[in-house]
Every structure is written in C-alpha cells, then in structure tokens.
C-alpha cells in the first residue's frame, strides 16, 4: 500500500510517498480503508521530534492520527463493526509507526465510530482529534446551561468546535480571535473579542461579573484567565501543564468512541460543523503540513487518500 513515511525526525521535508506492507488486523481492532486524514499541530511536532520524549517512534513510521474511511474488514472477537461500514477514528496508538496517512490503517474498537451522515468524508476526517478536544474539555469542566464560556483562541481548529460545543451546550459563548474571524464566529454563536491588549478589560465589558469557564487552546493567556475569572469558576489548558498549579485543568486528550458518537449526533442534529480550508492529496501531504505549520488556518487541513 502507499503510505505516507519517515525515517528520521525533521521538517515536512522528511516526509515521503512510500510503499509499505500493509498492516496486521488484531484482535479488538478493525481495518480502515482511508479515504481522508486531518492535519493537525500535533502531526508535524510528532514529526519534527518534540514529542519524542512523551511518544516512542518506531522507524520508518506514518505519522497521522485522523482518520475517516471505509472498514475493510475486523479483527477477532469485533461484533461492533462489519466490513462496508463508514467510520472515523482519532487513531493514537501507544507507538508511533502506524498512522492514519496511508490507504490503509488498524483501528483500536475503542477509538472509533461510525462517521455522521450529515458530514463528508474531509469533515469527518477533520472531526475526531479537535471535535474529542473540545469535547472532552467542555465535559470535564462541566459547562452547563446558562453559564459564561471564553473561549481563547476561538477560530482555531479546536476552537471553531468548541465554541460549537459549549452553545449545543446552552452556554453563552464569547470567543478571542482576528476581527477578521469575528463575523465567522457570530456565525457559529459566539460573541466575538479581539486578542492582544486590552483583552481583560474588553471580556469584562461582555462580562463585568466574570466568566464562569475559560478554556485556553492557545497558551500565554493563564492571567487573562485568572483575571476574568469569577469567584469559583473553572478553567482548563491544552497547551499549559503548569494551569494545573493554578487549579485548573490540563487536557491531553483520549481516544474515545462514546465521544465520538456523541459529537456525530451533534452534526446530524445540525449542531456540529467541520469548516475545511484546504484539501491535499497523499503524494503532496508535505504541503499539507507546512500550511498547518503557518499557524493562520481557519479550518480543517485535510490530506484525500482515497475517492473510493
């Protein structure tokens, strides 16, 4: 099969269209074959090393860790799915070697779901890893109805669903971004502020009483946080171990089919979209990774491996 591989860690250049033995089904797992993979921050930091010390690599290794496509068969004892169905997976393994840029990728039961009827296969794919993030950090700090959420950096890839999320949730949403994105994110039910200086006092006009939630997807931002912040409120960081010396919550996310099912309701209940900036096919993945890398992307960045 083709796949996308490296040999050693380095920039998008690293990066190869290879021809690879296809991999072994085991038990508890299913066979994929994919038709979109996502792009995401932590695809090229994977690649270029940073996480070496966290993540064994096992060399020549696919990166990638979205995924959706076409089951191609399952492994033993897997009653959940059968061959034919369409599904997609945030794919992380214990090892990094057999990721999700490639025609073919083993998927853990536990870590997949069917894909949502009202999503294509390129928002599907770009669902899994940001959609669980979001998720799982709303989930964990307990957003409820009528609450106040900030959500900073909310027209990145984590942030367009998150601020989803926290509405579906009935939250109120204010959301820190580009005036360039404040339009976008009117659109998906956020109240937009403008990063930068100022930031406190301008979330303290929405809000002069203090937010009850403040999720961080971009760092640097723990005193804007702290300082808009009401009495007992929660806060949460993908980006910052220390915000748990501060009492909040530091996110890695997890593998996890029941989210997933979950955020599929949400976009058939047309809660939930996938906004996709650009595609790429297998062969120009480097490309796809050096725009991910720009950090100035409003949307999903999407690798087609498959039209069928």
Request: cysteine-free; glycine content about 12%; hydrophobic content about 45%.
């Amino acid at each position: 099969m083709k796949a996308i591989t490296f040999d050693h860690y380095g920039d998008p250049e690293v990066l190869t269209l290879t021809d690879v033995d296809e991999p072994r089904v085991g038990p508890g797992e299913v066979l994929v074959r994919v038709r979109s993979a996502s792009v995401n921050p932590v695809d090229w930091k994977v690649v270029k090393g940073n996480l070496d010390g966290v993540l064994q690599t096992v060399f020549p290794a696919i990166p990638g860790w979205d995924v959706a496509g076409v089951v191609e068969r399952v492994g033993f004892d897997t009653p959940e799915f059968t061959a034919g169905d369409e599904v997609m997976a945030y794919a992380r393994k214990d090892v990094v070697q057999g990721g999700t840029f490639a025609q073919l990728v083993t998927v853990p039961v536990r870590a997949l779901a069917l894909k949502p009827a009202s999503l294509d296969w390129h928002q599907a794919a770009g669902l899994p890893l940001a959609g669980l993030t979001a998720y799982q950090m709303m989930t964990r700090l307990e957003v409820a109805a009528g609450e106040t959420v900030l959500v900073h950096a909310a027209s990145g890839g984590v942030g367009i669903l998150a601020v989803q999320i926290a509405a579906a949730m009935g939250a109120r949403v204010i959301g820190t971004a580009s005036e360039g994105n404040h339009a976008f994110l009117r659109e998906l039910g956020a109240e937009p502020v403008t990063y930068g200086d100022g930031l406190t006092e301008r979330v303290r006009e929405l809000a002069p009483d203090g937010v009850d939630v403040v999720t961080d997807f971009v760092g640097g931002v723990l005193d804007v946080t702290r300082a808009v912040l009401r009495a007992g409120g929660r806060h949460g960081s993908i980006t910052q171990p220390e915000v748990s010396e501060a009492g909040g919550l530091y996110l890695w996310v997890r593998p996890d089919a029941a989210g997933l099912r979950a955020l599929a309701d949400l976009a058939d209940e047309g809660e939930l979209t996938v906004p996709v900036a650009q595609t790429f096919s297998l062969a120009n993945a480097a490309d796809a990774f050096r725009l991910s890398q720009t950090g100035h992307v409003r949307g999903k960045v999407i690798v087609e491996v498959s039209q069928q």
